[in-house]
């Protein structure tokens, strides 16, 4: 079974890019424990644009679907969800995105209590078909 990617495209304005990556950092190591977890990735904008890319990469669909439910998932957007912040639809008719990987859990010393760090999300999801990793020598 081929492993699964979700990328949530995530709308930073300029003044909470900081704070968006200083969450993401807080949180490290906490979704590198989920069962069916193999990789992931914060990809910062460097053309003009405004959106982040969160990269994850799940042995399954379920995998993700029942990290999602998690408990450590759920503390950590707690904060979004408390104040009532809409997600945006996701693509590929998953559903809401719920705010995977906003980055916007429960902060701590500078921005905390300030609500979500990203003012959008779309989560996209993928079946890996093919991947390469460099070459190794014998």
């Known amino acids: 079974m081929p492993s ?8 930073v304005s300029p003044e909470m890019r900081e ?9 490290a190591g906490v979704v ?3 069962d ?9 904008p460097v053309d003009g644009t405004d959106r982040y890319l969160v990269y994850t ?18 503390r950590g957007h707690a904060q979004a969800g ?10 590929a008719g998953q559903g809401p995105a719920q705010g995977h990987g906003h980055g916007h859990g429960q902060g701590q010393g500078q921005g905390q209590g300030q609500g979500p760090a990203a003012s959008g999300a ?4 993928f079946e890996v078909v093919q991947s390469a990793g460099p070459k190794q020598e014998s």
């Not at 704070?19 to 949180?27: C, I, T």
């Not at 779309?122 to 999801?125: A, K, N, P, T, Y």
């Open 4 to 11: 699964v990617v979700k990328i949530n495209v995530l709308t």
């Open 19 to 27: 704070e968006l990556e200083r969450r993401f950092s807080g949180r």
């Open 32 to 34: 590198e424990s989920a």
């Open 36 to 44: 069916g977890f193999e990789w992931f990735e914060l990809l910062r």
């Open 57 to 74: 990469r799940w042995r399954s669909e379920e995998d993700f679907t029942r990290w999602t439910e998690s408990q450590a998932f759920q």
């Open 82 to 91: 408390a104040q009532g912040h809409g997600h945006a639809q996701a693509t």
């Open 122 to 125: 779309e989560l996209w999801s």
